[in-house]
């Protein structure tokens, strides 16, 4: 642009500032949904389901909550009700009378003002105020005087517009004439052709007035016709009437004439409509007139009237108004069908990751019968590509040092000088993990060993550390491991979290929970450290532990030790199957446990208690959680209180019964006789007053514990393998004896508890006889304390009966079994209790006669002989009363069975008598007997034919 | 001694499946299950249905009357055990305490106790003399389904389809486990409670000893067919007796082991014969098949 065409133009007012395009603030435009319709008071003005209703509530029109109420009518001889007068205002909303409402208030020309200018002189109301205090016409009606016109019809009148005019320029008649065609036109088209069309008047006038211009007509506004009658819209019901009466309207619909009674009857407007329970017509806004319907049967009638053909033939057309038809149809569209598909198509989805991609190799998807096999891990995750296999290594984290700044800030803060302890235990730790081997690390410990004693007085407590420190070695290794089984990672955000947690895992298999706060970081504080421990003993609920104990049977762990030798039980299973196979059912597929029944079960069944003395059967179950070679490390040295337990661990493993383990087993078992002293008072006084003797006397004492203890706990140690150990033995055993007695010594100072498990001190307890133990076995029932006894001789009574008879004593034969096995021996027991060392002797008798017994067992096994034994002697009277109480009974057996529990029910015996034992007998062989033997005879042949058959097949 | 068997009724249960026929206590009266959640009460000796039992959420699968035929307890597929009032027909006690559904289940001699045995594995005891809704104890040896549970006064023998039974020795407190080869759908004892009928899958009907375990004789012959088939023996403990899948009543003879008869139905059926209770005193026999119950007797007293 030149400078002189700036010049030529004059700007006003300041320039907007040049648009910065680049910063333009792009304002979103506003969404339809974001746009709401507002109300003078800030309400919402449209809402519901669609937002667009219009919502007649509280919000809008009426103003209360409960909505519109209607007016109460209430009238009494007291009180009569005044008329009330309704108005529109009433039901009308202050937004209706605003200004743009629908009766809008204002000030406004009444009819009371009358503009005296036109009216001259009529002053009827004026003269009507005369009461006034001032008399006269008020002077402001003088002043104002009212407007009745509006400004625009003012301004129009100025204008030179005449009411009855219509507003525009002026036109020519021709041009007139066209608009109030048009208008017309429009007009019909509104009100439908119900209005006559009046013809245009001044159409006969000439073209003279052609320069004469003439102010345009008065629109005329659009007049509804109020509806008086209660038919739907636009329909007019049937009008009839004579056809001479009324107006006759040509250009309405034709009406139907009809002649009846002489008289010509025309009927006008639709008869039926669209009803709300009939099918809709083809189209409902259809005009129908009377002249369509049938009024007659037969063959149709051309033409009724002439309107009527003239009406049909146009609707023949079928053509929408406005609309004309075309005179040439348009080419109808070709429609070409799908192809079709060969006979053997197989329609085959290849799956795509994308459609850039090559399809995914595609699964085969085996079928069989028409299912569709299962797919496996494998194929699924080959379809979705997902690398379940390609699981990150677990990095190990054997150290459990927390990190760096929280390390030093725990060292400046040095909060207690326990913390600093650990810190150094962890060093140490740290370093003890760097030695490789099992050797090293051993060295390593004692090294530190040294110089924690050297450094700290506390020896007790020093102790007690490497004790923390061994554990560290051990648990890291075994850490280790378990990281490589994957465990559970509830916490694997959190390394360092999940780190402990790990360990915390491993401390709780050792049942050293406590131990978490040693490993968790200096930095946490107490309330962390008591928050994360809850928070690990849940999640260990949660992952570790199977959630119900029915899950808990049904599983069994790989790892767990207990079931390390698999393969034995395998080997077990498959000899029973053999045995199976080869019908030899008895003692092969027979395996007998102990079972408690509960006190309530043994109640309701009439039943007393069994084995209420003794050692719990859940002892089996018990696994050891150490092996041997791990207590070994820890008998030497370090904790008496924990060796002692260890041990135990042990000697509760029923799985420890090999020979090579035997020199360690008596290790394991001096040690548990220390342990003994120092939980039972008397008999470690006994041992205090025993100690300046010979080592002789010691070492029998020993063996005699040993014997007992294997007794018990069913291990059949030969006596000679024991005097081949017995020398050794006696070594370790001295040295033993004095280390824990100094740790004994040691430990009564600190003297925590020491007890471990509560059933081995009552065995122990049963073993050695403490008399309150006896008293309370005694209360109760002989059979009981006949087992006690039994116990106290070195027998569980089941071992007993195993020796001469698998089967379970049977009720009788038990008591008098027992009874004969006491009178051997009651001697025995007398001196028992008299002294320890007589006792020794006796146990050793003892075994002695069971091994004859056994011997004896073994070379005669048939039950026979021990029966006939059993028979022998006539019954106490005492069992006797009970045999005859019950023998009633058991005639009439479905009758009481109350009182069968007591004996094994004979339902054959018919016994009114029976009170002699010889009876008894005889009725006993009559049935069982003698079926027994015929069977065995029987599978006797059996196996003869068996055998026959085996020579036969070689 | 030829005993002969005559078909006495056979009573159409109009209940679906009959899983189970359970003659009462003094045998006056009989139980039945049906796969229609419903148990009925029946006399069986003029085929008359007494009272229906109306409350498993499935189907039932055993009941057992109490020694005063004052409560019936069943249990069913929807894992319950229920104990019901004879004369009101209503329950009087829900016991939910088995993971699975419940196989079997048997009063005790006093009836003041039941036994279940579920598919859950275990053997649950529910003391019906308190109000506790827990078992009092469980059995949970089982390494797989308890299939049938006896109670006898003294000991309660569960068989398992793991191929075992098992005797739990109250008196003694000790557990015999005996193997037997396969998986045992029934173990019940004799009636002099010395040896213990055992059904096992493969088709044998074994007699064991209970004491020593061993094998006293083998009943074969049936046809097995996986079912869970149940069997006995007669009152008088001369004769075995089994279900079987050909649906018939096979009944052996218990010293020589031969079948003396194959009792079956006025006309012949496609259903296996599953559930069999023996009356107590006299030797009558109920059976299901099907949907129906079917009773023999002998009309001479053996004996």
Known sequence: MSDSEDENYVTFGVPLEPIDEDNVPRKKPMTIEDQYAYDAQGRRRFHGAFTGGFSAGYFNTVGTRDGWRPQQFKSSRSSKAESITQRPEDFMDEEDTSEFGIAPTGIRASENYVNSGQRGTKRERIIRDNNNPIPGTPVLKELLKPVKETVGIILLKK???????????????????????????????????????FENSSEDSEDDYENVTFAPDDYEPFRCNPKDNYFGIGYCGLDRRTILSGHVNLFETPAF??????????????????????????????????????FSLGPERKTKTRWSEDSSSRNLNNCLEGFVLAKNKLKLKKVFPPPELPKNFVPVHTIRKSRFYPPIENVPRRTENGKRKDLTAADRAKILEDTYNTKKPFETHPNLVPSVASN????????????QTEERQKEENQRAKAAVSWMEKLTAQSFVKGGTVGSSKDSDGNLKKLEEFKDFSTTSDKQSKLCHDNIVKPYFSDSGKQRRFEQYLVFVKEGEKNKLESIQPLSMTEWDREHERIEFEQAIKLFEQPTNEYVANKFTSASDPSRSDVSAQSSQEDEIKQAVKMKMFGKLTREHVEWKPASIVCKRFNIPEPKVGCAQPEMQKKSAKFSIFNSLD??????????????????????????????????????????????????????????????????????????????????????????TDSNRTTNTETMNQQESQKNINSTMKTSTSKS?????????????????????????ESLDSEAVKSVLIGKVPSEVNVNRNT????????????????NNTKSNVQLDETTSKEKDVNTVNSELETESQQDNSNSNPSETQLLSNMYGPVLPSRLLKTESKTAEPSSSQMLKPVFKSVVVPKPKVDSETCGVWVEREKVKKSKKEKKKHKHKEHKSSKHKRKSKKEKRAS | MEIDYKLVREIECKQAAVRAVRFSVDGAYCLTCGADRKLKLWNPYRGVCLKVYGGHGDEVMDASASCDSSQIVSCGLDKSVILWDVATGTPVRRLRGHAGPVNTVRFNEESSMVVSGSRDNLVMLWDVKSKALEPVQCLNDAKDSVSSVRVSDHEILTASFDGKIRRYDIRVGELYTDYMGDVVTCASFTRDGQCVVVSCADGVVRLMDK???????EFTGHMANDLCLESSVDTQDTR?????????????????????????????????????????????????????????????GQE
């Open chain 1, 634 to 723: 820890f008998n030497n040295s370090v904790k008496f209180l924990r060796a002692s337990k260890e041990i135990n661990d042990v000697s509760t493993s029923s799985s420890v019964s090999e020979n090579t383990d035997k020199n360690m087993l008596d290790n394991t078992e001096t040690h548990i006789i220390d342990n003994t002293d120092s939980n039972v008072k008397e008999m470690s006084d006994d041992i205090f007053s025993h100690n300046h003797e010979t080592i002789e006397l010691v070492s029998e004492k020993m063996r005699n514990f040993e014997v007992s203890y294997e007794k018990v706990f069913g291990k059949e140690v030969s006596e000679t393998s024991l005097k």
């Open chain 1, 257 to 294: 004439s009809i002649r009846d009674k002489n008289k010509k009857l025309s009927i006008h407007g639709q008869a039926f409509g669209v009803g709300a329970f009939e099918a809709d017509d083809e189209d409902i806004y259809e005009k129908e007139d009377m002249s369509r319907y049938d």
């Open chain 1, 408 to 419: 030093i800030i725990s060292k400046t803060l040095n909060l207690h000088g326990k913390q």
């Open chain 2, 211 to 217: 004491d020593s375990g061993e094998l006293l004789g």
């Open chain 1, 756 to 780: 471990k498990s509560e059933e081995k001190k009552d065995l122990f307890k049963s073993i050695f006889l403490s008399s309150s133990e006896e008293s309370d076995s005694e209360s109760n």
């Open chain 1, 807 to 822: 089967s379970p004593p049977r009720g009788i034969f038990a008591k008098v079994d027992l009874d004969s096995l006491v």
């Open chain 1, 159 to 197: 204008m030179g517009w005449r009411p009855g005019q219509g507003v525009g320029s002026r036109l020519t008649k021709k041009q007139k004439a066209k608009v109030k065609k048009k208008n017309e036109r429009m007009k019909d088209m509104q009100q439908g052709s119900r209005e006559p069309n």
């Open chain 2, 240 to 300: 075995i007796i089994s279900g079987s899948a050909d649906g018939k009543l096979w009944i052996w003879d218990l010293v020589s082991q031969k079948v003396v008869a194959k009792l079956s139905g006025f006309k012949p059926t496609k259903h296996p014969t599953v559930s069999v209770s023996v009356h107590p005193q006299t030797n009558c026999f109920l059976a299901t098949n099907g949907p129906n119950v079917l009773m023999w007797s002998t009309a001479s």
